[in-house]
């Protein structure tokens, strides 16, 4: 299968006139990628405290320093901001994480996700017929089955939201049952968060011993693991976090469950994705990660996606490798595409998700 889905080219914001070219054929975005083009499977290591040790040190100034120069020295305009953006959709989890979510609701967010972008906005892009799409529908587990059925054929993963999300305070044994019952309804994605006192007692054997306990549960499903950064505290523990839920075998580490009073900040991403640079020389397995929680504009996203080009290199562009948790974004990247496409920007109404 190959896909004619059309990027910027990475060097012509900085270097020449807007242009829009094909990227050489692969895989479809939201397709298991072929043996040859996929990658291995994070298997974990274990517990080594001596390399944790390496990695404590964080100069958070360093790194909000470094933010800042990323996000002002990387303009994208014209075609290669449409284009990027039609990137963060391709690496979008669509999310319903409310009290009030029924199964309407989720067929609804699935039937967007099938078709996340208006017929006259993909006419007027010139990509009507290329599967554009989230990567995945993200919901609670009442609502797998549903999502499945909703979603099936189409390519979207879904990911159900377990281990009592979003505070993960229930005895181990539920937790693992709660994965082993929304992999066999059907998801192929877990998103589970850790329970923070761990972090912050420095409990790291029995933050292990829990996180590969999550990661056998889940079998052939992958394993996204929440760290809750806004309960963390401080950077060094969001650095430690990280590096334990990769070593115990982590397909994904994400920021936020999008319920704490801080979610998804450049700082904490920054600290996150040199975590998976430095398990990546350590080991040579390439972890994805996930930003979620208050990243509701196009603007952010576009921020989101140059720091991991920046940092991780264009391999982590793909949504094999990361993700975006968002329930509001697609609205207003359809906002800003059809403004690229007309001129004017249209009122939220116009955009329904679900």
Known sequence: MSSTFREADPDADRLGPSKITPLPARAAANAPAPQ???????????????????MRSVNRSALERRVASLTKRRSIKADNQAAWLLRAVACMDLTTLNSNDTDERVRRLCAKAVNPLRRDIAEGLG???????PAA??????????AV??????GIHVAAVSTAFPHGLTPLSTRLQEIAASVSDGADE???????????????????NEIAAMR??????HLKVILGTGDLATLRN???????????????????????SVNATLPVGLAMVRAIRAYFEETGYLIGFKPAGGISTAKASLDWLVLMKEEL?????????????????LTDIERQLEHHLTGRYSANHRHAMA
């Open 149 to 154: 059925e909703a979603l099936r054929g189409s």
């Open 190 to 208: 877990i998103d589970v968060v850790i329970p923070r006192g761990l972090v912050f007692a420095a409990k790291w054997q029995e933050l292990y």
């Open 36 to 54: 040859a083009h996929g990658i291995a499977r994070n298997p974990g290591m274990k517990l080594d405290l001596g390399f944790m040790e390496s």
């Open 137 to 146: 529908v993200c919901v609670y587990h009442p609502f797998v089955a549903t």
């Open 313 to 329: 290199g264009r391999r982590w562009l793909e949504p094999d490798l990361f993700r975006f948790g968002a329930s509001s974004l």
């Open 216 to 221: 056998a549960a889940c079998g052939e499903a």
């Open 127 to 133: 990509i009507t017929g290329e599967k554009i799409r």
């Open 238 to 260: 969001v650095m430690l976090a990280s590096m334990v839920a990769m070593m115990a075998g982590a397909d994904f580490i994400k920021t936020s469950t999008g319920k704490e």
